[in-house]
């Protein structure tokens, strides 16, 4: 058998280098907060590969729900109807409130599905000529990998050298309602944004701002569409992060925990007149609303009322905010976030992040560092206080010595 280091090579022998694992440590095994490499060593896992473990690793209900689904039946396509997509379906509109549901796949997938949706919209009912449809996003966000939305990054590691992009885009600072109002042009369809953005640190807008754009678009005939694969189901202690503020958006896309942790399942929701707009055959997925996918997305969705995950996401964020704030220690620039959404951003005085993620991994805290200064915290919502404890104390150690 091979070692950590004949793994990692021949990993990197043969699988493309796109991206560039934060540790050495060869994780082998999952259960719950915790992570398990070869050597036997268990890390708390403060990161939950980009906040998608909600439910911690292999959460045994959704483990059951899918195994029960294997020995049914596992692909039918939309060829043909299955038996899991209708329930599925009916509980994320039940709980988001949304009248309907297009299921996909990745969350790059979901969101190219509501931009679709949304230029639909523009042309057929708000009577924008044809290929003049424009979408406005925001600066620094990340919605995904594929060439359209890869071309309105604005992180040139994502963008460079895969032009030409998709036209159609228009990018304003972020946190900024009256750039959007001053944006808006006739051929306007909607406003892309995320309710914080997850991705380039863990960025909170000023509160009332998801207002005062519900409300500028709603003036001016703009679709509002709410990035909700990172901040939604729980992880900022509310079910969806809108719900901070009272609004709704027109197009909510989620994601990442909707899979539970186990498989890519994404999901677009949106009132009935507008996603009426996508007939027979007009947009399509080979696995979107597969029903193991739906069985597995299904018992997620019951996890987190039956185990009050939101409240506990609330909860353990407030404390964790409040226990960090504490710490007798002059490196911390800022503590930011909401929920079990957090960051932790280290002074520059204070040097790089990365040897104190690398003190944290050898104290058994899984995190991982986001640009030169700032500490992602976002473990599983299941997390306890007790677990929760044993890892503030690692990173207090970390901090103050
Ligand atoms: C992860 C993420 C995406 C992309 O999802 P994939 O499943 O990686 O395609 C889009 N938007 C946000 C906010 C994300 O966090």
């Keep these: 058998m091979l070692d950590a280091d004949g793994i990692i090579s021949e990993m990197e022998t043969y699988c493309a280098q796109n991206t560039r694992p934060a540790f050495p440590v060869v994780i082998i095994?999952?259960?719950?907060?915790?992570?398990?490499?070869?050597?036997?060593?268990?890390?708390?896992?403060?990161?939950?590969?980009?906040?998608?473990?909600?439910?911690?690793?292999?959460?045994?209900?959704?483990?059951a729900a899918m195994e029960r689904q294997l020995k049914e039946i596992t692909l039918t396509s939309r060829a043909f109807y299955n038996d899991k997509l209708g329930p599925f379906s009916k509980h994320v509109c039940e709980i988001s409130g949304f009248d309907m549901v297009l299921p996909m796949t990745t969350g790059t997938e979901a969101i190219e599905t509501a931009i679709k949706l949304a230029r639909k919209w523009g042309y057929r009912k708000k009577g924008v000529k044809q290929n003049m449809a424009e979408i406005i996003v925001c600066e620094n966000n990340y919605h995904g990998a594929s060439t359209t939305i890869a071309g309105f990054s604005s992180d040139p590691r994502i963008s460079q050298d895969y032009g030409p992009f998709s036209s159609g885009f228009k990018k304003i600072p972020f946190n900024n309602a009256e750039a959007l109002e001053e944006a808006i042009r006739a051929n306007t369809v909607a406003f892309l944004v995320e309710p914080i953005q997850a991705e380039s640190g863990i960025i909170v807008p000023k509160q009332g701002y998801l207002k005062e754009v519900r409300q500028i678009c709603s003036r001016n005939d703009v679709l509002l569409i709410l990035d909700e694969i990172q901040t939604g189901l729980g992880r900022t202690g509310r079910l969806f992060a809108f719900q901070h503020e009272g609004i709704v958006p027109d197009i909510l896309v989620l994601g990442k925990a909707l899979g539970g942790g186990i498989l890519p399942t994404s999901a677009v929701l949106a009132p009935?007149?507008?996603?009426?707009?996508?007939?027979?055959?007009?947009?399509?997925?080979?696995?979107?609303?597969?029903?193991l996918a739906c069985a597995v997305a299904d018992a997620a969705l019951s996890v987190i009322a039956e185990e009050g995950l939101v409240e506990?996401?609330?909860?353990?964020?407030?404390?964790?905010?409040?226990?960090?704030?504490?710490?007798?220690?002059?490196?911390?620039?800022?503590?930011?976030?909401?929920?079990?959404?957090?960051?932790?951003?280290?002074?520059?005085?204070?040097?790089?992040?990365?040897?104190?993620?690398?003190?944290?991994?050898?104290?058994?805290?899984?995190?991982?560092?986001?640009?030169?200064?700032?500490?992602?915290?976002?473990?599983?919502?299941?997390?306890?206080?007790?677990?929760?404890?044993?890892?503030?104390?690692?990173?207090e150690q970390v901090l103050e010595s």
């Design 312 to 395: 506990n996401a609330r909860q353990m964020g407030e404390y964790l905010m409040h226990q960090l704030g504490k710490m007798k220690t002059g490196k911390v620039r800022e503590l930011r976030g909401k929920g079990l959404l957090l960051a932790l951003e280290i002074k520059k005085t204070a040097g790089n992040v990365r040897p104190l993620c690398e003190k944290l991994l050898k104290l058994g805290v899984l995190v991982k560092a986001k640009g030169d200064q700032t500490i992602r915290l976002a473990p599983p919502l299941i997390i306890s206080k007790e677990q929760l404890d044993w890892a503030i104390q690692g990173i």
């Design 272 to 291: 009935r007149e507008i996603m009426s707009l996508y007939t027979h055959g007009t947009h399509g997925s080979t696995f979107g609303g597969n029903p």
């Design 29 to 63: 095994k999952g259960d719950g907060v915790w992570v398990e490499d070869l050597e036997g060593n268990r890390y708390l896992d403060m990161f939950s590969s980009f906040s998608t473990l909600n439910f911690g690793h292999r959460h045994p209900k959704i483990i």
